[in-house]
Structures are given as structure tokens and as C-alpha cells.
T-cell receptor, first 109, second 115 residues
């Protein structure tokens, strides 16, 4: 059974701090990795994807991938109250995508 | 560009009733998906359609059927609803880009309660 594991949280950080969200996966052959943000009662929206080892930056967001450790993370710099949401890690792509249950992030003003 | 649209947004059924959830996308994507999301669990794939005219089972297909009506539309049918099918249902679509990855885009969801 392929698995994607995330800490359910809530992760609470003060406004302006860096939020660090982590995800581990079991399928060593996975090639594509995604982070989605989901506000309460809404649908998941793509933040970014990564498929090479290392860091990928997009604005305040940085995704980090370490395939040897089967670990992917998302850093949110200068966290804002509007970043409060559940963050879903997804691994695989297309019909092979496996989603984690998500980490709830709360940014305190 | 509406992206992925779903109807209805909310539905309450009695056990044994049937209904069809509708999904349409205007992004000209080949692949479409149906997921369910339950509290404390990740999105689970019910069925998918890799291209017009094809459908395949996902992780949790029991109790559901699908139809890929054309490239734009992909419907999910519950023939005899059960309380275990109470969930939020999301439709998604994707397109594999050359040199890129197969990224899914989601509709707004249907919140279904089966009494």
C-alpha cells in the first residue's frame, strides 16, 4: 500500500514567521510531488509542484525534495493569517496521485 | 475560463436513492477524475478517465459508476446510496505537459449526505 504521511497539526505560527510543513512517502519510485492548499469548505488549489531533488522557490513558498530520504517539505516565509488552511501533500501525478490527509496551519495575527 | 465546474453543490439523499453528480471542464484536458474526501483521510480516487471513451477504477470504486460523456464532461452515479457514501466529492482534470508533470485541477466539490 503506497502511503503519504503528514502530521495533522494544527501547526500554529505567529504572523511573519516561517511555517514548515513536512511530508514523507513510501513509494521510492515516485517522480512528481505536489503541494495543495485547501481552505475550509473549499477545494484543493495547487501551490506548486517539484520533481527534482533540491529546492524550488515561488514567491513566499519553497518546496524542498529529498528523494533519498523520501521526504518533501513546504516552507512558507512571512506567514500571513490568510495562509491559515490545510496543506495537502500529493505524490505521483495523474491517476497515480496519492494524497496525504493534510496538515492544518494556523497563523496568529 | 470557468475551469472545473460541478453540480450540485449540496445534496441530501435517503438510503437507497440514486443520483448523478455532474462535472465539466473547459481547459481541454484529456484526463478527468472523481475523488471523495472524508475527515482525517486524504483524497481517495473513485474512478478516472484517461481520455474520452475510457474509464478505470480507482482505489474505492464500489457503489459508484461513471460516464465520460465527451471530452468536457465526466459524471459520477450512485445507484443505491448508502450512509457510508456521505462525503465531499471532488472532480478534477489534468493534462500531461511535454517535459512537465501531470497536475490536477479541482472543481468546487459536492457535499453529499445520505440519511
Amino acid at each position: 500500500q503506497k502511503e503519504v504521511e503528514q502530521n495533522s497539526g494544527p501547526l500554529s505560527v505567529p504572523e511573519g514567521a516561517i511555517a514548515s510543513l513536512n511530508c514523507t512517502y513510501s513509494d521510492r519510485g515516485s517522480q512528481s510531488f505536489f503541494w495543495y492548499r485547501q481552505y475550509s469548505g473549499k477545494s484543493p488549489e495547487l501551490i506548486m509542484f517539484i520533481y527534482s531533488n533540491g529546492d524550488k522557490e515561488d514567491g513566499r513558498f519553497t518546496a524542498q525534495l529529498n528523494k533519498a530520504s523520501q521526504y518533501v517539505s513546504l516552507l512558507i516565509r512571512d506567514s500571513q493569517p490568510s495562509d491559515s488552511a490545510t496543506y495537502l501533500c500529493a505524490v505521483g501525478g495523474g491517476f497515480k496521485t496519492i494524497f496525504g490527509a493534510g496538515t492544518r496551519l494556523f497563523v496568529k495575527a | 475560463n470557468a475551469g472545473v465546474t460541478q453540480t450540485p453543490k449540496f445534496q441530501v439523499l435517503k438510503t437507497g436513492q440514486s443520483m448523478t453528480l455532474q462535472c465539466a471542464q473547459d481547459m481541454n484536458h484529456n484526463s478527468m477524475y472523481w475523488y471523495r474526501q472524508d475527515p482525517g483521510m486524504g483524497l481517495r480516487l473513485i474512478y478516472y478517465s484517461a481520455s474520452e471513451g475510457t474509464t478505470d477504477k480507482g482505489e474505492v470504486p464500489n457503489g459508484y459508476n461513471v460516464s465520460r460523456l465527451n471530452k468536457r464532461e465526466f459524471s459520477l452515479r450512485l445507484e443505491s446510496a448508502a450512509p457510508s457514501q456521505t462525503s465531499v466529492y471532488f472532480c478534477a482534470s489534468s493534462e500531461r505537459r511535454k517535459g512537465g508533470t501531470d497536475t490536477q485541477y479541482f472543481g468546487p466539490g459536492t457535499r453529499l449526505t445520505v440519511l
